[in-house]
């Protein structure tokens, strides 16, 4: 089983019981506990945020900087992202709305097996340890079309289908327009780069990690890895901050910067830049008081049916061409094993 049930005892620990049930007590090495956590004040000074709207005038400075948060860091803040405010604030309500909803409502559209995976409601993979993260997610399929099991999506409230296709949608617009960003960085056409992503899978997370009232630092809302995809954007339903990134062996807790997203490369980018830019270990922490509610949206990608970096950014090849079908069942076993799947394809 890769994933679990959120059942009444999950629901009842996230409610605040004094016990934490032990499948949710994670060991310090495997929660990142060992490594330093940088200061709040610091963090704030080097973690890169990058402007949209200079991007989008093709500021020079701007795309250097992209280019340094993608290869230094593999993650970036995103303000003036020009996505619609409305949109924004529908998709958010109806994400707090569905969380709201009693576990047996939720549990309507309960994880279910797909053919490349899972989508539904429950807890995030199961890894081998046997440890459950302390967090509800909903995975939706959301592109294209044929990637959607509208039995997942939620009736139960009104907005919710409508508020989400529009979300997908302009997920999808605000990517493309990244990427071009990308391409001048890489100093590739933009069309080499989007064609990757042309009718590939994007997925929307929803996750809420409740507060933890007496155990917080025992739990975690996701242990450290990186995206197994092409590029995930992540918008902060709430200001609850939580998330932390890790750089040059340290954790930099990253801040909620209201009106902004937090962009992240993923192990897909990283091979088909033949390593330019680095797919970012992340970790999320969970508050003591505070309920955190995100927005997490997964774009795939590939270059003609495999896992490979780009013929123009391989000059020499870092890492092996491989099948994009293997690749996925090689980013199960990563997963469940906690290993790095990129690691395991580097020459
Ligand atoms: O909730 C967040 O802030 C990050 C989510 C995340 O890392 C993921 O879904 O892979
Ligand atoms: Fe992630």
């Not at 529908?90 to 994880?111: C, H, M, N, W, Y």
């Not at 992540?234 to 962009?263: C, I, K, M, Y």
């Not at 995100?294 to 049916?305: H, R």
Request: net charge negative; glycine share 8%.
């Amino acid at each position: 089983m890769l994933r679990d049930e959120i059942t009444d005892a999950t629901a009842a620990a996230f409610a605040g019981s004094t016990v934490i049930p032990d499948r949710y007590v994670w060991p310090d090495e495997t929660a990142g506990r060992g490594s330093t956590v940088v200061g709040d004040e610091e963090s704030l000074k080097l973690i890169p945020v990058l402007d949209m709207a200079s991007l989008l005038d093709g500021s020079p400075e701007e795309i250097a900087k992209l280019g340094a948060a993608c290869r230094d860091w593999g993650f970036f803040q995103l303000r003036n992202h020009g996505v619609d405010e409305t949109v924004v604030e529908r998709v958010k309500d109806s994400t707090r709305e569905f969380f709201r909803l009693p576990l047996e409502k939720k549990k309507a559209v309960g994880i279910v097996k797909a053919e490349d995976g899972f989508q539904g409601f429950g807890h995030h993979f199961n890894t081998s340890t046997g440890k459950l993260d302390w967090a509800e997610s909903l995975l939706l399929g959301t592109q294209p079309m044929g990637h959607r099991n509208m039995d997942l999506w939620p009736t139960e409230l009104p907005t919710f289908r409508d508020g989400v296709e529009k979300y997908s949608l302009e997920m999808t617009k605000l990517k493309s327009l990244l990427m071009a960003s990308m391409a001048i960085d890489l100093g590739i056409k933009p069309e080499t780069l989007l064609d990757t992503v042309q009718g590939k899978i994007q997925n929307i997370v929803f996750h809420h990690y409740p507060p933890c009232r007496h155990n917080a630092d025992k739990v975690i809302g996701i242990p450290p890895h990186t995206d197994g995809l092409f590029l995930t954007i992540v918008l902060e339903v709430d200001a609850t901050p939580g998330l932390q990134v890790s750089n040059g062996g340290r954790w930099f807790p990253v801040r909620p910067l209201p009106g902004s997203l937090t962009v992240f490369v993923g192990d897909i980018l990283e091979v088909l830049t033949n390593g330019r830019y680095k797919s970012v270990e992340h970790r999320v922490l969970v508050d003591a008081e505070r309920d955190r509610t995100t927005i997490a949206t997964f774009q795939d990608a590939c270059v003609a049916g495999m896992v490979k970096p780009l013929p123009e950014l391989a000059e020499v090849a870092r890492y092996i061409s491989i099948e994009k079908h293997d690749y996925v069942h090689r980013q199960f076993q990563a997963l469940t094993e906690r290993a790095n799947i990129v690691d395991s394809l580097k020459i």
